[in-house]
């Protein structure tokens, strides 16, 4: 069975830089079969695809979100991880880390979801 | 960015009922539309992929349809664990996205 367990701080002060970690089990994020991807859902609004890298280390990004974003992985922990700077309270959300699959591009494990709030 | 548009936004029903939600996107995708399942407090679950393939442990009364730009999800007679928001998706091209959800309610 593929778990995801998303972890990192729950509160992040205005401009600074949100980073999360997801640590994968029962599946080697050293697949060709999958992407791992974050999403996120905003108070009041959908479920926003982030953006997505794969164990080789390429990474495709949400646009409306690129200029921020760094999503890395690490093989040998098998994680990978979310880093999103100058953070606005915009940026409140539940982060969702999720496995996708790499030929239809439908999400076929997510974590829990951590909540992360921007707020002084 | 693709739209996607579900309908309704939620909506009451009785257990046995037929229920069927919609989700018509801003451009054709072909087949590329997938379902979620959504409960509080638990992480959303794959139903369907590619319009009308079931997600391995996905009970048959889950069916999908369509193709270009409408879909359907429809619950052959919905069950008391059925009660849940729904979202569609569409990976015909990045960035993906999803519809705003669909809330099945107990009436």
């Known amino acids: 069975q593929v778990q995801l367990q998303e972890s990192g701080p729950g509160l992040v002060k205005p401009s600074q830089t949100l980073s999360l970690t997801c640590t994968v089990s029962g599946r080697s994020i050293s697949t060709d079969d999958n992407y791992w991807t974050w999403i996120r859902r905003r108070p009041g609004k959908g479920l926003e695809w982030i953006g997505y890298?794969?164990?080789?280390?390429?990474?495709y990004y949400n646009p409306s979100l690129e200029s921020r974003l760094t999503i890395s992985v690490d093989t040998s922990k098998n994680q990978f991880s979310l880093n999103l700077n100058s953070v606005t309270s915009a940026d409140t959300a539940v982060y969702f880390c999720?496995?996708?699959?790499?030929?239809?591009?439908?999400?076929?494990?997510w974590g829990q979801g951590t909540l992360v709030s921007v707020s002084s | 960015d693709i739209q996607m548009t579900q309908s309704p936004s939620s909506l009451s029903a009785s257990v046995g009922d037929r229920v069927t939600i919609t989700c018509r996107t801003s451009q054709t995708i072909t087949t590329y539309l997938n379902w979620y399942q959504e409960k509080p407090g638990r992480a959303p679950k794959l139903l369907i992929y590619?319009?009308?393939t079931l997600q391995n442990g996905v009970p048959s009364r889950f069916s999908g349809g369509g193709s270009g730009t409408d879909f359907t999800l429809t619950i052959s007679s919905l069950q008391p664990e059925d009660f849940a928001t729904y979202y569609c998706q569409q990976s015909y091209t990045t960035p993906l996205t999803f519809g705003q959800g669909t809330k099945v309610e107990i009436k």
């Open positions: 999720v496995s996708q699959d790499s030929r239809g591009y439908f999400f076929d494990y």
């Open positions: 890298i794969y164990f080789r280390g390429n990474t």
């Open positions: 590619g319009t009308s």
